[in-house]
């Protein structure tokens, strides 16, 4: 989740995905993602964030686009939509970004905000 935004089922986000490092970061997650119903959260990422994850147990949802990818989800698409837009807006200079450290790339102006690993989600897929 660090390299991406989190969101619940209706698509809003949950907390500040760059926060905290391991493994504080999955007590964090796992505590949040057990509050909602149906204990679901949605990791939204794009094609750059993609090899940054560790493999994960669960295939991947993919779409070519957000609407596609919040169709095959299950989600409204405008609902879905409407936080990445935001998140993408807030995102500053990423020039510093660095995988493997909290780096201060953050959001401004968005609630919650996003303290590190900050990167506009733009590129397909998603």
């Not at 094609?47 to 095959?72: C, H, N, Q, Y």
Request: aromatic share 8%; net charge negative; hydrophobic share 40%.
């Amino acid at each position: 989740m660090p390299f991406s935004i989190v969101v619940k089922k209706d698509a809003e986000r949950l907390y500040d995905e760059g926060a905290d490092v391991l493994p504080k970061r999955y007590a964090i997650w796992g505590r949040l993602v057990s509050e909602r119903p149906d204990q679901v959260g949605y990791v939204i990422i794009d094609a750059r964030s993609l090899e940054l994850f560790m493999p994960s147990v669960f295939r991947p949802i993919k779409g070519a686009t957000i609407e596609d990818l919040a169709e095959k989800m299950g989600l409204p698409a405008d609902k879905l939509r409407a936080p990445v837009d935001e998140f993408n807006a807030a995102c500053g200079d990423t020039s510093g970004f660095h995988p493997t450290e909290l780096d201060g790339g953050t959001t401004t102006g968005l609630t919650p905000t996003k303290s590190n690993w900050a990167r506009p989600i733009t590129e397909a897929p998603f």
